[in-house]
């Protein structure tokens, strides 16, 4: 158990400071160990690459614990994406803060968070992903505050 903390503690830390690689293989360490670890398949979900990663993280989490408004949220966010009328295109968009590559497809950039393109959606579409990533957010620093209190 000690050492499954150590590598969670490990893993909060190297995501907080931008080293995902570091904290995924972490998280994977933890998850292994205990594949019941609902901590660890939210925090996995905030480092994995691609969107459809992130769901399966995030579904594991509500079937661990079907009662995880966090991960309720975060799923819900992440299914809200653009509107099906829309021309998706396939191109590169590069963070203005960290300069992580992006596509069109994503709202947020996948190493900072930084909001990327607002301008392709509705405003009620806009309005509606800035409260559920805002919610996200805090539900997910809520977390972490928590997890780390416990400490």
């Known amino acids: 158990m000690a050492k499954i903390d150590a590598w969670l503690r490990g893993a909060r830390e190297a995501a907080k400071s931008g080293e995902k690689d570091k904290a995924r293989r972490l998280l994977e360490q933890v998850i292994e160990a205990d594949p019941a670890n609902e901590t660890a398949w939210l925090w996995l979900s905030a480092v ?18 079907p009662t995880n408004q966090e991960a309720k949220m975060a799923l819900e966010w992440l299914r809200s994406g653009p509107s099906p009328h829309m021309k998706m295109k396939i191109e590169r968009v590069l963070c203005g803060r960290c300069g992580a ?12 968070g930084l909001r990327l393109r ?5 405003p009620e579409e806009q309005a509606k992903i800035r409260r559920l990533g805002k919610k996200w957010l805090a539900d997910i620093r809520a977390l972490t505050e928590h997890t780390e209190e416990g400490e």
């Open 48 to 65: 994995v690459d691609t969107k459809a990663e992130k769901i399966k993280c995030l579904e594991t989490a509500l079937k661990l614990n």
């Open 101 to 112: 590559v992006n596509t069109t497809e994503d709202n947020f950039c996948r190493q900072c």
């Open 118 to 122: 607002e301008e392709s959606l509705s």
